[in-house]
């Protein structure tokens, strides 16, 4: 469980370090198996900065969202647990505030699914309308969003954040990477589009 942890710890100082998880906001993990054969979960905790954290402050909570070790995983751990269980191809969830992709959130524009990250099967990221964060009904809507498509990995919380999904952390964070710089880029091109 210490390879589990470190894992956590190193991808939540990568996010923050990369600006995608400003403050205390932001969450992180990872589902695996133990040594004897629980599917478990490995989270970032509650109310710390992903860019501080240490192995002792990480979560592990079974797929239900019941502590095994340390009672203060995030309060999104129940959204987490819902993505695993509606789909078992995912391994890894990445969910940040980062700025960019954040504005478009609270704006009435979509972002753009841009080359260079994944299969381009849809032309904007799917989104879902504002839940309270933290509650059993996001958690809800963000399992029932992810279980509409194998190919979906990425979901844009109206007025709130991001979502990336991976088989591991390398391939989620580079995700949530991938979909700021988008936001960015999509935000600049807007900007110079609206030069005459
Ligand atoms: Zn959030």
Do not use: W
């Amino acid at each position: 469980m210490e390879n589990v942890k470190k894992l956590i710890v190193d991808y939540s100082k990568k996010v923050y370090d990369k600006e995608l998880t400003p403050g205390k906001s932001g969450n992180i993990s990872i589902k695996f198996t133990d040594s004897e054969g629980n599917k478990l979960i490995a989270i970032s905790p509650t109310l710390l900065s992903l860019g501080i954290l240490k192995e002792e402050d990480i979560a592990i909570v079974d797929l239900d969202g019941n502590a095994i070790e340390n009672n203060k995983p995030s309060s999104e751990v129940y959204m987490h647990c819902n993505i695993y269980k509606k789909r078992e191809d995912i391994k890894a969830i990445v969910h940040t505030h980062s700025p960019y992709a954040t504005g478009f959130a609270h704006s009435h524009k979509k972002i753009k699914r841009y080359e260079g990250f994944g299969p381009i099967n849809i032309p904007y990221l799917a989104q879902i309308e504002y839940i309270k964060p933290g509650t059993v009904e996001l958690a809800e809507a963000v399992g029932d969003a992810f279980s509409k498509s194998e190919d979906m990995d990425v979901l844009v919380l109206k007025e709130h954040g991001i979502i990336t999904t991976g088989i591991n952390l390398l391939e989620a964070s580079d995700l949530a990477e991938f979909v700021e710089y988008s936001a960015k880029t999509q935000f600049i091109a807007n900007m110079l589009n609206s030069i005459k």
